[in-house]
């Protein structure tokens, strides 16, 4: 079974670029969801998709846009990079409907915006 | 919205027990959630409770009371290696059912 993956693992920009990270989901999974973790914090919601459409999504703004593809991978956008998007970048996957629903975790695109 | 609060850091010592605690504020309650996160590593599911009580998985217990708003996790024996970060998250079924994380109490055991 293969867990989540996510690339790049690391990654340098400059302020007003954009970025696009990848994630491919657990074997099985339906449902992927991104969160940011900026150093010392816990992870915040982005948005999560299910049947590649956006179903919920947490307070950030218009610039983070995310897709997901027919086989549940998942990418995440981010325009307009600010310093403050400077963060680990987490993607998580699991199966909707199923078992108690917990998230499993890729380890992460580290982000560095200068 | 959401308000999850626990404590920033705590320290341990070597075989003891220790109690991390996790107050939640959720308009939809759909089950707590607990995970472990070793520096620079992705985070690992501990444990879940959606009903009252205690659930216990070897070392690692977790207890929730939904009426207080509040769960705690209860590590036993500690090992060196039981420090990381533990974070606790509450699932809104307002939404998606998407899970919302608390900032994480970063353990430190010591010999």
């Known amino acids: 079974e293969t867990g989540v993956t996510q690339s790049p693992t690391h990654l340098i920009k400059t302020r007003g670029q954009q970025v696009t990270l990848r994630c491919s989901s657990q074997?099985?999974?339906?449902?992927v969801s991104w969160y940011q973790q900026a150093l010392g914090q816990g992870p915040q919601f982005i948005f999560q998709?299910?049947?590649?459409?956006e179903n919920g999504r947490g307070n950030f703004p218009p610039r983070f846009s995310g897709l997901q593809f027919p086989n549940y991978s998942s990418e995440l956008n981010v325009n307009a990079l600010e310093l403050d998007d400077s963060a680990l970048y987490l993607c998580?996957?699991?199966?909707w409907g199923f078992g108690t629903g917990e998230l499993f975790f890729g380890e992460g695109s580290r982000l560095t915006v200068l | 919205g959401q308000n999850i609060d626990q404590p920033t850091e705590m320290t341990a010592t070597e075989g003891a027990i220790v109690q991390i605690n996790c107050t939640y504020q959720?308009?939809?309650?759909?089950?707590l959630f607990w995970y472990q996160q070793h520096a620079g590593e992705a985070p690992t599911f501990l444990s879940y409770n959606v009903l009252d009580g205690l659930e216990e998985k070897g070392r690692f217990s977790s207890f929730l009371s939904r009426s207080k708003g509040y769960s705690y996790l209860l590590l036993k024996e500690l090992q060196m290696k039981d420090s990381a970060s533990y974070l606790c998250a509450v699932r809104d079924q307002n939404g998606a059912n998407n899970l919302f994380f608390g900032t994480g109490t970063r353990l430190t055991v010591i010999p």
């Open positions: 074997s099985g999974h339906n449902t």
């Open positions: 959720t308009s939809g309650f759909n089950g």
């Open positions: 998709y299910y049947r590649e459409e």
């Open positions: 998580a996957s699991r199966a």
